[in-house]
């Protein structure tokens, strides 16, 4: 007869240390972890948004107001948050802005979320009504969406400015803008009546020491370089450029080695081995007809003396992207072993010239084979100027590209959010059953935006809300705020512009991780134990 008192061992599963989390805890951790990190970048939305300063374990500061350079400096742990950050990291490779805008619905969804959870509204329910509004907000994005080509220069520029608006290029926009716009048309190319925007055609260079309205557009390249001799040429016209990503030097072995050498004559003949072999490769590249070399690795001293009195200008340690860029433009191949360059592999350049820009010397490629190549020179009176603007300028050139890609634009300052609520709460009145609370509930998340921009004004948000909701009732679709006056605007003719695709990826990625966050019940974080596994980060709430 078994003993009714018995004591059961406990069973252990998960190795020594580990932590688990399990139930509600673990989704409200999560929860409040993702809010954090919305609440982080929330304050710089908008033309009145604030900046953020990091400063990094080196002491080096970065001054910004874009969401995702604030995200990736911040150095997040908690796994959480981790996710909210790919959001914002997916916003930028994509279309390189709107990434605040995509991380605060994010939160929002996820604390709308927290508050039927505590109704006993299942997670699952959650996921499925979230994923049937976004759906639906889709549908509504692609009907309210008006169309853009490259002949609409006015649109294209208030597209330019609105991305600007509010970020350090501001009080020189309409002056940027006008650059961004001539770059962009000047690349463009019509293909299958779709207008493609290469971006890595245009170059973006920063440079310290002048005021940003000094800015200009360079029609071909501009390196951060100088010519590596002073003896040689400043100046090249007609120019027939080698692309080498290979080193002009006399290679070391590559294992350890000894020479012995008995006595001077042989030491000479050493020195002497050397010297030929360089002047072999400078002999090589005359050869080829060039007349001016990018090297992507070293030039010898010798090699370089060798190559002035060949008159050949030469740049060395080139980054893997300019030469690409000066390959694209130039029409050079870009040759890994100096001994098989030949004149089929030169490109061709009008003029080659080296220029004294502000404190340091910049070498100019224009007049390329490929007119295509553009390059603009950012300038800022300080270094964290000078880097916030080539932000701001960087995220225009993203909206641009993925306006005429696609072809169609929405208006911005709230009017798009507060029109997609308006549309997903009459689409949650079609439904029966408890996924109608979480349509209704992503109808407001979306409104955080509008809020948002009021409260960044010092503006009141349920005044400004109350007013937004009434215009869009009465039919008045690009009905957003104005956060200069406090009063409702037509966002479309105050020419406050954004590409569709802003939007339309920013409430996919939201509603993606706010379902996925959702749906995580049981957080295991990995001790020691005897796989000697590192161990994950404690899961406390941002610091």
Not at 28 to 44: G, L
Not at 141 to 164: F, G, P, V, W, Y
Not at 507 to 527: N, P, Q
């Amino acid at each position: 007869m078994t003993n009714q008192n018995q004591q059961y061992q406990p069973i252990f599963i998960l190795p020594e240390d580990t932590k688990r989390t399990t139930g509600k805890d673990a989704q409200h951790n999560n929860i409040a972890a993702a809010k954090a990190v919305a609440q982080t970048v929330r304050t710089t939305l908008g033309p009145k948004g604030m900046d953020k300063m990091i400063v990094d374990s080196m002491g080096d500061v970065i001054i910004t107001n874009d969401g995702v350079t604030i995200l990736k400096e911040m150095q997040i742990e908690h796994p959480a948050a981790k996710m909210i950050v790919e959001v914002a990291k997916t916003q930028e490779d994509a279309v390189g802005d709107g990434t605040t805008t995509a991380v605060v619905i994010a939160g929002e969804l996820l604390k709308k979320a927290e508050d039927l959870l505590d109704q006993n509204i299942h997670p699952t329910v959650l996921a499925k009504g979230y994923r049937l509004a976004e759906a639906e907000a889709q549908k509504l994005l692609a009907q309210m969406a008006e169309t853009i080509s490259i002949t609409n220069e006015r649109a294209l520029l208030d597209i330019a400015i609105t991305a600007m608006t509010g970020k350090g290029a501001e009080a020189n926009k309409e002056r940027l803008a006008e650059l961004i716009v001539k770059a962009v048309t000047g690349i463009a190319q019509t293909i299958n009546g779709k207008t493609i925007v290469n971006t890595s055609d245009i170059k973006i260079e920063r440079q310290v020491g002048e005021s940003t309205e000094n800015s200009e557009l360079i029609e071909g390249i501009v390196i951060d370089k100088e010519i590596v001799h002073p003896a040689m040429l400043k100046k090249m016209e007609k120019a027939k450029v080698a692309l080498l990503d290979s080193a002009l030097e006399i290679k070391n072995t590559e294992i350890d080695a000894k020479i012995q050498i008995t006595d001077p004559a042989q030491l000479n003949l050493f020195l002497e081995h050397e010297e030929r072999t360089l002047r072999e490769m400078v002999a090589k590249v005359k050869a080829s007809g060039a007349t001016v070399l990018f090297c992507q690795k070293g030039i010898d001293d010798l090699a370089q003396h060798f190559l002035a009195k060949e008159k050949i200008i030469a740049a060395r340690r080139l980054k893997k992207s300019d030469m690409e860029q000066l390959s694209r433009a130039t029409g050079a191949r870009i040759v890994s072993n100096w001994k098989e360059l030949t004149a089929d592999d030169l490109g061709f350049a009008g003029i080659v010239r080296e220029e004294k820009v502000g404190e340091e010397n910049m070498l100019f490629i224009e007049q390329c084979q490929n007119s295509q190549a553009m390059t603009l020179l950012v300038r800022g009176g300080t270094e964290h100027v000078a880097e916030e603007v080539k932000r701001a300028v960087t995220d225009a050139l993203g909206d641009l590209a993925a306006s005429l890609k696609e072809g169609k634009v929405v208006a911005g300052a709230g009017a798009v959010e507060m029109e997609l609520a308006k549309g997903i709460r009459t689409y949650a009145r079609t439904m029966i059953g408890r996924e109608q609370l979480a349509v209704q509930a992503f109808a407001e998340a979306l409104e955080v935006i509008p809020r948002t921009l009021a409260e960044n004004a010092g503006l009141d948000p349920i005044d400004v809300l109350a007013k937004l909701r009434n215009e869009h009732e009465m039919g008045r679709k690009w009905a957003g705020i104005n956060v200069f006056t406090g009063e409702v605007m037509d966002a479309w003719k105050a020419g406050v512009i954004e590409p569709l695709k802003i939007k339309t990826l920013a409430l996919s990625s939201a509603a993606e991780v706010a379902e996925m966050i959702l749906r995580i019940d049981d957080v295991i974080l990995g001790g020691k134990g005897n796989q000697g596994g590192p161990m994950m980060p404690p899961m406390g709430g941002m610091e």
